[in-house]
């Protein structure tokens, strides 16, 4: 398959446990079908993989820094799926440390991603180590929304039971395609 100019980046996001692995692993594996895909993993997982999760303003910045350096290493592809993104780093900055780091705020590049999807929390909590915030999913997705509005890319929210979820990403994904 010939690789496109420049690999198209679909970045999924929203708050904890709101099905934002499975959905990226989901779109991933029906895209490999079509062209080559790199999926890029929630970097976070991978940092406290040997440290206790015990976060603080300069963790959440090695996160962020992280995830870059994951998506920009995802090699000759034609998509990358990223399961979150910057975007992530700056909404746990405001819940946990009231404020946004400037270079945190430049590393967050918007443009950058073709479509977003913005995962809805209207499914069960999982819980889960690096899971801190069961009762504030609603004002976690309101955080995210916020800054989505102030972007120019297209973004389309997820929501309802994995079927649906999968249909409505699906759908998005090949709207992205169908301009290419």
Excluded at 69 to 77: F, I, K, N, P, T
Excluded at 112 to 121: G, N, V
């Amino acid at each position: 398959m010939k690789p496109l100019f420049r690999p198209l980046k679909v970045a999924i996001v929203g708050p904890e446990s709101s099905g934002k692995t499975t959905l990226s692993r989901y779109l991933a594996g029906q895209l490999r079908e079509r062209c080559r895909v790199a999926l890029v993993e929630e970097y976070a997982r991978e940092y406290y993989r040997e440290r206790p999760y015990l976060p603080t303003a300069d963790d959440v910045l090695a996160i962020a820094q992280g995830q870059c350096a994951a998506e920009q290493a995802a090699g000759d592809v034609d998509i990358v799926v990223c399961d979150s993104t910057v975007l992530t780093c700056l909404v746990w900055s405001e819940v946990g440390f009231g404020e946004v780091a400037p270079e945190l705020e430049r590393l967050w590049q918007p443009d950058d991603y073709a479509l977003t999807l913005l995962a809805r929390p209207d499914i069960p909590w999982a819980p889960d180590p690096l899971r801190s915030h069961p009762d504030s999913r609603d004002d976690l997705l309101e955080r995210y929304r916020r800054y989505l509005a102030s972007t120019t890319g297209r973004c389309v929210e997820i929501y309802g039971e994995a079927g649906q979820r999968q249909a409505l990403a699906w759908s998005a994904i090949e709207a992205l395609l169908a301009t290419r």
